[in-house]
Each structure stands twice: as structure tokens, then as C-alpha cells.
């Protein structure tokens, strides 16, 4: 399934605006659109400033639809920091992150934490968000909670980055 002008033009939009938000704030470098070639995955990625091996990242997954937001690295070891801080808080990585949302004034009891390697590169903690349908990436309510999500993983994890 493929998707269509219209749906990829809804995507831009969506990614444009988190583009613009955070085009001047100095915790990030200039984001980079990380697409994969079937059009499955429409990500942006923004390097920390605090370090050059780890991202934040907004995607879209317009098949299913879906919004993701995460944190990943191309450095295996700093993966394993983060778990080791998780683990140090005596939290689970659901709650390391909820209290990342929470200060980003998302209240999301529980929310669910993938953990993974994709592409034998990177190393994802991601939550995800199944939408109704693709078009609600236009709605103030998805964008919002996209925002919250994408300061919460940073409020989780950003003191952690180098």
C-alpha cells in the first residue's frame, strides 16, 4: 500500500510545524528527515546538542497510522547507560518515561516503552501512538500531545546525554 499525494502532504505538514517549533531552541542541532524508501516510516530526527550520537525523533507511520516518538544512538554503550539509569532509578522503563511526561505536563499513566535496535545501527526507546485515522496529524489535540511526548522523552533522558 502506497501512500497518497494528499496523506504525504498531511505528513509534511505535521513534520514542518514540530520543524519550526523547535528550529531555535538550543537543546538541538538541525533536524534531518529520515524517511525510509517504502514510505512505512517518515521520521525527523534531531541531534542533541549535549551529544552528537543521540536524537530525538518524531516519525509518522502512515499505513497504520501511528505517531512515534522516541530517543535513539548509534552508540551501543550509551544504550547502555540509559538502561542503567532506568534501572538505577528503580523505576520501569513505563515509568522512567512517564515522569518525563508528566513534566512536560502529559499524564500518561503507564505508557508503553519499546526498547529495540533497528537496522543493526540504532538503539530506540519509543513510545507510540495509534491514530483513528492518518488525518488527525492535522489536529491541535495529536500535535500537542506529540510536543508533550517528544519533551517528556527529552525531561526523561536529557540529563543522561553525555
Known sequence: MVIT????DLVDSF??????AFARDERFKTPARHDRPDGSTLAVRWPTAANEHVWLE???????PQVRVGILTDDRWKSEDFEEK??????????????GFEEAGLTWLDPPVEHYREDRTFFYFATA????????????????????????????????LE
Not at 499525494?5 to 504525504?8: D, G, L, N, V
Not at 513534520?15 to 519550526?20: A, C, T
Not at 513505563?94 to 515522569?99: A, G, I, Y
Open 5 to 8: 499525494a494528499a496523506q504525504r
Open 15 to 20: 513534520r514542518s510545524s514540530f520543524e519550526d
Open 58 to 64: 518524531i516519525a509518522v507511520r502512515p499505513l497504520i
Open 86 to 99: 532506568i534501572e538505577e532509578s528503580g523505576d520501569t522503563m513505563s515509568e522512567f518515561v512517564e515522569m
Open 129 to 160: 501512538v495509534e491514530l483513528p485515522r492518518l488525518d488527525d496529524l492535522a489536529t491541535p489535540a495529536v500535535r500537542e500531545k506529540a510536543r508533550q511526548m517528544f519533551e517528556g522523552y527529552y525531561h526523561a533522558f536529557g540529563p543522561y
